[in-house]
């Protein structure tokens, strides 16, 4: 029970933006070179150390950045959503200022997922875009992630922006399962799916390891610019507060 | 002052839409002519081949239902934001979401139940066969009324900011609708079974009602603090 309150202690903490400041700046350093570091490892084990495929050959390699980056799109929407909660519920400031600054690296990570997903499908489909259920749901994804951005962005009063933003990814992420479901559904109903983006399940373990270590990296890498933006959004936000100038500023 | 029940204040709230609309034109006759502008484009722009404009029929009716709902947002909210109105409501201590359910249906019978009429004309641009009419016109009542939910939404969200912002709130949710309506419109050209597509548009709907009213409850409240 006590570590249960220490934990419970340390996050309502957070919700402070000073502690969080400080608490920010202690671990940033470590969490970019960690980051960075392990993306460095695990994309050059993947693109130079993993075996050639022997179906597609070496253009599989592009999976080792598509599926961390589609992965992680869908991550960081359900983080948003909880944040969002948190900020509708408690109406904390700093979960409001987390969703803002996860939003724009979400739809980053999407668009990415997109783009990876373009340059893969053209060597193996022949075709840089196919009207393929997975393929239409991140396009949506992407869509709804940008709705968000907008939202936040047009309002001026910062918390009214942190709020609306929050239920709109609450309502997102309840729809998200009905146009998901709907568009599998209409994929199957007008033409029978010639390509899936699943690979066969048999991969080998020595490409299946970078896979995962990748799938970490970017994780990591995730929480680093997380990090950063977090730490810009709140000396912004909190730049004429005593706290920011006394410690921070130092006047 | 006379106390009133619940029932009869949301009578008096939808007979008070239904007033001002009707006193005011415009309100009903602009979806309508934008619906008939955009329907009219498509043969105009794609080709009018007979046989083509079947095909393209359903979705073409679809995409112009959701653009001329999208266009109407704007009048839902935006006149009883700015003179009070929502203030009103807000502080009537009425669960506030059921006041929502009848200004969004009050909307829908203003902005949403023309289009149905206008679909019809839709229906003889498009030389659709008669025995389609009556599936269009039901997943167009359901559909029309989840867009309008929806756009509610995205209206309230969007509170004072323009159109434009709304649509890029509310498209991307309204896709199960596209896809169902379409779907269901398509199958009764085709005479095939349509009916679990109406299922599934009116599940919709009923999932859409409650949930979607309340998340507009809290939008408003947000932007009218």
Known sequence: ?251 | MNKLNLTSILFRLLQKDLLIAYRKTSSYLTPLIFFLVVLTFFPLAIGSDSSFLNRIAPGTLWIAALLSSLLAVESLFNEDFNDGTLDQLFISNQPIFLLIIVKVFSHWMITGSPILLASMIGVIFFDLPTSSIFTLLVSLILGTLILSFLSAFGGALSLGKGAILSAIIVLPFSIPVLLLGTAATNAAIQEIEYSSYLFFLGAMLFIVMPFISIATAEALRINSD
């Not at chain 1, 933006?17 to 570091?37: A, C, R, T």
């Not at chain 1, 948003?80 to 739809?107: D, E, H, N």
């Open chain 1, 1 to 251: 029970m006590t570590s249960f309150n220490k934990v419970k202690d340390w996050f309502i903490s957070m919700g402070s933006p000073p502690f969080l400041y400080k608490w920010i700046m202690k671990y940033l350093p470590f969490m970019i070179s960690l980051s960075l570091l392990l993306v460095f490892i695990s994309l050059s084990w993947g693109l130079f150390f993993a075996p050639t495929d022997y179906k597609q050959g070496d253009a599989y390699r592009i999976i080792y950045i598509h599926v961390p980056s589609a992965i992680l799109s869908q991550s960081i929407f359900i983080l948003m959503a909880i944040t969002g909660g948190i900020c509708l519920i408690w109406r904390a400031k700093v979960a409001g200022m987390l969703l803002r600054s996860a939003a724009p690296i979400g739809a980053s990570f999407t668009l990415m997922a997109l783009i990876s997903g373009a340059i893969w499908g053209k060597p193996t489909w022949g075709t840089w875009w196919v009207w393929d259920a997975r393929l239409t749901s991140t396009l949506i994804l992407f869509f709804i992630y940008a709705a968000i951005v907008g939202i936040y962005s047009s309002i001026e009063d910062k918390t009214k922006g942190d709020r609306a933003a929050a239920l709109l990814s609450l309502v997102g992420v309840s729809m998200i399962p009905i146009i998901k479901k709907s568009v599998d559904w209409w994929q199957t109903l007008h033409q029978p799916s010639t390509f899936t983006l699943t690979q066969a399940p048999s991969m080998s373990p020595e490409m299946y390891l970078p896979l995962l270590a990748n799938v970490l990296g970017f994780y990591f890498l995730f929480i680093a610019l997380l990090f950063l933006r977090l730490r810009t959004e709140l000396a912004l936000r909190e730049q004429r507060k005593n706290w920011f100038k006394q410690n921070i500023l130092g006047d």
